[in-house]
């Protein structure tokens, strides 16, 4: 089976190229809702010459009147050449249950390629509806990076109301067939800041462990016990008891408050872990760190690990570090660019 490579093309269609059950695992981050467009749109009929963007009014400059433009297209039809837009990027459908669905469709094909005791590791982040519909906050993996092409996102939200899309996601998921085993609290030591003065600015994100059977791969991954907890459980404890229900309990020579002898933990479901930015892309892109625990985690070395949303190629970067084999998806091509650079020097199979 060809490995390292990166297939070209809309994830629905391009997942369908792979062999059932070829897969050990898959980490990935899907576009968030209604936060940016990725610039893959074509459009058909109208003036080719036409942007299709549209007009923000008039200003005056010189004296004359001027028209300002942003960087929003017109969502279906250009109204300046009446061109169709034609568009098979996910996150910018018009309403987060069609979004919802896409992703499950998606997801439907990844579990059909993981093998058995596989699983899929997935980051999303969340959305809020601004005004007039319009979604807020943030780009891909919540850095805050420009927007492009914000959408409407329904009638159902009252403006400044978080959507709730990553739980959306995984129950819906969950109802598909995946087993959900474990939301992991993606905590930023450097999140981006905010101006809202009437909520807290937020510094995490979600990402969701879910497997295809009960039992599947997973290596314990462990991290180091604090000094100070290692001190605490090696030191006595006289007279220290529990009462429960009047019977009391005494914990002094509990062998459980033995730490281990390496002085590690199994690692907790919160994961304090810096943003990270590639320079070469416009887009926010996974920290190594995060795509480096997944894989450590889902894979041993050898194994497949499929990103069916690559972007910019940090997951088969981590992954050719780590002496795993990767596929990738990704719906741009000129994304293929940086991933066959940060891979180049990489170890190949």
């Known amino acids: 089976m060809k490995t390292n490579y990166t297939l070209i093309g809309d994830v629905r269609e391009k997942l369908k190229e792979l062999p059932d059950k070829s897969i050990q695992m898959c980490v990935t981050s899907p576009p968030y809702y209604a936060l940016r467009d990725y610039g893959t749109a074509e459009w058909e009929g109208g003036d080719s010459n036409c942007n299709h963007i549209k007009p923000t009014g008039s200003i005056k400059f010189a004296g004359r009147d001027t028209t300002a433009h942003d960087t929003i297209q017109y969502r279906k039809i250009c109204k300046k050449c009446g061109a169709k837009r034609k568009d098979n990027q996910l996150g910018l459908e018009d309403t987060p249950e069609e979004f919802v669905a896409n992703l499950v469709d998606v997801f439907a094909e990844v579990h059909r390629v993981l093998r058995d005791d596989g699983t899929l590791w997935l980051n999303l982040g969340d959305t809020y509806a601004g005004n007039n519909s319009r979604a807020s906050q943030g780009g891909r993996a919540g850095y805050g990076t420009k927007r492009e092409g914000v959408f409407q996102v ?40 905010e101006s809202v003065k009437d909520r807290f600015t937020k510094n995490h994100e979600y990402i969701f462990l879910f497997s295809k059977q009960p039992k599947y791969f997973f290596n314990q991954v462990l991290e180091p016990v604090k000094q100070v907890s290692i001190e605490r459980a090696k030191s006595p404890m006289k007279h220290r008891t529990i009462s429960t229900k009047g019977v009391k309990y005494d914990l002094s020579d509990n062998p459980n408050r033995v730490v281990r002898a390496d002085g590690m933990k199994n690692k907790r479901s919160v994961w304090n872990m810096r943003t990270a930015s590639y320079k070469e892309a416009h887009f926010a892109v996974f920290p190594p760190e995060l795509a480096e625990t997944c894989i450590k985690a889902g894979s041993d070395e050898g194994d497949i690990v499929l990103d069916c949303f690559m972007g910019s190629g940090t997951t088969a970067m981590v992954a050719q570090d780590l002496f795993r084999k990767w596929i990738g998806v990704e719906l741009n091509p000129e994304y293929e660019k940086l991933i066959r650079k940060r891979t180049a020097q990489q170890v190949l199979f």
Request: with cysteine.
């Open 154 to 193: 329904g009638k159902s939200y009252k403006p400044k109301s978080l959507m709730g899309i990553p739980w959306k996601v995984a129950i819906a998921l969950q109802e598909w067939g995946w087993i959900l085993r474990q939301d992991i609290i993606w905590a930023k030591k450097n999140c981006m800041p």
